[in-house]
């Protein structure tokens, strides 16, 4: 029987925390990489790193044994909600550092130096579809990481355009249409694990992409949108 691994990168945020809660570990091996401690997980499959890009040769060393790879990037940051809040300039840097810079340079490191890899998964926004006032650096570093990734070019990749999901990140901001909690999100991911492209977990926010795509920035802006 051929041995399925998941590598969970950013194993510390909310929405990881469901989707481990939730996978069935009788069919999956599930290893994480953080930045945050965990004196529950198990030394084999849990590794801490202080810097995702400058202990990028720790955690190649930790994932090169490892067979059939489910590679899933949960990493994310957003510091930004027009009118209310506009981020400074080093919550810019963090934003284009955490949802572009690690995905990105960590695929591309994997491409290089792991030979099993089966698939890539983005855990990304309905904000890449188009960037708006309300958080257009973030839609900005969202959009740069799928357009990336898309010239890089893996032989097997997935990104999941999610609109909200209730976590502590996302809490100050309105609830738009079609909300998830955590843990629907996290199904998700579990029943998509084999999709590939780019896929929405609610039809109508697919819909909503097309108009997303057409609208000027300006009339965006005039909503405050």
């Known amino acids: 029987m051929k041995e399925k691994n998941i590598v969970i990168i950013g194993s510390s945020s909310e929405l990881a925390e469901s989707f481990i809660n939730l996978i069935d570990t009788k069919k999956f091996n599930v290893f994480s990489i953080s930045r945050a401690d965990n004196d529950e997980a198990q030394q084999k499959s849990y590794l801490k790193v202080d810097d995702y890009i400058l202990d990028l040769e720790k955690i190649i060393n930790f994932l090169e044994n490892k067979k059939n790879l489910k590679i899933i990037f949960f990493n994310g940051f957003l510091a930004e909600n027009r009118t209310y809040q506009i981020p400074t300039n080093e919550e810019i840097q963090k934003t284009d550092f955490i949802n572009f810079q690690v995905p990105y340079v960590l695929t591309r490191a994997f491409e290089n130096n792991l030979k099993s890899v089966d698939k890539y998964i983005y855990i990304s926004s309905m904000a890449a579809v188009k960037p708006r006032y309300k958080n257009y650096i973030y839609g900005l570093s969202k959009k740069k990481l799928e357009t990336s990734i898309k010239l ?35 199904n998700f991911i579990i029943k998509n694990l084999n999709s590939n492209g780019i896929i929405y977990p609610k039809f109508q926010l697919k819909v909503i992409s097309y108009i997303l795509k057409i609208l000027p920035f300006k009339l965006m802006k005039y909503l405050k949108y």
């Open 152 to 186: 890089l070019n893996p032989e097997n990749y997935l990104f999941i355009r999610f609109g909200k999901v209730i976590t502590n990140m996302s809490k100050d901001h309105k609830d738009p249409p079609f909300v998830m909690t955590s843990k629907s999100a996290g």
